[in-house]
């Protein structure tokens, strides 16, 4: 196999297992491995995005924490705000921002000047904990023991509420506890199967209890859950963000010309990366189904699954490529001439998950582009491929589609080897060796 396919595929293969550290020249910071521990005395002052096993913060990060893992810890302080993923996630340090969370099993024990939208199957904001705006949770246990500054929206299987919130709450659930130290300061809306015990004086404003009916497992119209609707179609929304611009950051890292490249592809040549992006979605599930029943029969069935996963790669760069091209027409919109792969699919992946709200309309729009983005990957893919020896010999240009020169001066390669010469009309001719 060629040396360009080999790069390309494990290039790809390091992108889906995170396994590359991404360089530290641009203003954020990348760590990654199986514990990713800063420390108390560290002080980092660009944002940080951690992926690891274990993620432990204990330092002070100036700007904002973007972490996932198996064990998320933050102790440390965070200036921004904090986003984290992990089967069990604990931020008992001060954030300057707001505080978005997922996991397993999310507590939040410090204090969070503006807002916390968490959710999880255990959730808890402890007695020392402090939100400064709004709390927006949901999870199948919820406790709040802390203090809400302004309104908090729950949504869970069952809610325990022994904390101070200063403005409205609005609460859905199976089983609610109102506990002795709860204080709300507007008013308490909340849907349940059985009217709660509320203490004297706990609420200041109006109370509005509406039974709700999950007789059967049933669900009507009366029982839909609004907010919990809104609230998991949030945290789909952001944890899909994440995870996608996971991939896209590193991938832009690794391959920030090739990324270029297949973004000019689909600029330069819409029409075949329209017709290859459709074909990488059809051609591998149709060969990976003939393989498969032909592996039952004649062994090998599990190449399927190889099958597969290569197309989900090629489906997840494309979506990146259909980022960086988004991306960078916005940031030369507004002036930058040659913005960097790392800022394009950034960019570019907001504006797209931004689109992807609006609905119907926004899934065609997103989803037509992401086929033009597929099939620029697989057209500059091939291109490469075709830029190996053989490519070389045929005088083709491994770096892809090129924008027409300035001027009518041309340079062809020479299969004899001999030096050429210019001229304005375009044709090399070796130099005379003499007089005849």
């Not at 690891?52 to 904002?64: L, Q, S, Y």
């Not at 200036?79 to 089967?87: Q, Y």
């Not at 949901?138 to 203090?147: E, P």
């Not at 489906?315 to 960086?324: D, F, H, K, P, Y």
């Amino acid at each position: 196999m060629r040396r360009h396919m080999l790069k390309a595929g494990s290039a790809m293969a390091a992108v889906v297992a995170l396994t590359l550290i991404a360089s530290p020249a641009l203003a954020a910071e990348i760590l990654q491995g199986d514990d990713v521990i800063v420390s108390s005395s560290e002080v980092i002052q660009d944002d940080v995005y951690a992926f690891g096993g274990t993620v432990e913060i204990a330092g002070t990060i100036e700007g904002d924490l973007v972490a996932t893992g198996g064990r998320v810890v933050v102790t440390g302080d965070v200036e921004g705000s904090v986003n984290a993923a992990g089967g069990v996630v604990t931020i008992s340090g001060d954030v300057g921002r707001s505080v978005r969370a997922a996991g397993g099993f999310v507590e939040i024990t410090g204090v969070v000047a503006d807002d916390v939208f968490a959710a999880g199957g255990q959730l808890s904001l402890a007695s020392t904990s402090e939100v400064g705006r709004d709390a927006l949770l949901g999870g199948g246990q919820v406790t709040v023991n802390g203090t809400v500054e302004d309104d908090m929206q729950l949504s869970a299987g069952a809610a325990s509420l022994n904390g101070e919130v200063g403005g409205d709450v609005t609460l859905e659930t199976d089983t609610l506890t109102v506990g002795p130290s709860a204080s709300v300061g507007g008013d308490f809306t909340y849907r349940s199967p059985e009217e709660a015990d509320l203490p004297p004086a706990v609420v200041e404003g109006d109370i509005d209890w509406t039974q709700a009916s999950y007789q059967g497992g049933d669900t009507t119209a009366e029982s839909f859950s609004v907010l919990g609707a809104i609230t998991w179609a949030v945290l789909w929304w952001l944890r899909s963000l994440v995870g996608m611009a996971v991939f896209g950051v590193v991938f832009a890292l690794m391959f920030p010309h090739f990324s270029d490249q297949a973004a000019d592809t689909v600029r330069m040549r819409p029409w075949p990366s329209l017709f290859a992006g459709l074909g990488m979605l059809v051609l591998p599930g149709a060969v990976a189904l003939l393989v498969f029943i032909l592996g039952i029969m004649m062994g090998g069935w599990w190449l399927t699954f190889i099958i597969l996963g290569l197309q989900w790669v090629a489906i997840l760069a494309g979506v990146t490529i259909s980022a960086v091209f988004v991306g960078r027409f916005v940031l030369r919109a507004f002036g930058s001439a040659q913005p960097h792969a790392f800022w394009s699919v950034l960019t570019g992946l907001v504006l797209v998950w931004l689109v992807l709200i609006v609905p119907v309309l926004g899934w065609l729009v997103v989803s037509v582009l992401s086929i033009f983005g597929i099939g620029g990957f697989t057209v500059a893919l091939y291109e490469r491929w075709r830029a190996g020896p053989i490519g070389a010999e045929q005088g083709l240009d491994p770096a892809g589609p090129q924008e027409p020169a300035a001027s009518g001066y041309a340079v062809e390669a020479q299969s004899a080897g001999a030096p050429t010469v210019e001229t304005p009309t375009g044709d090399t001719t070796p130099p005379s060796e003499g007089p005849a």
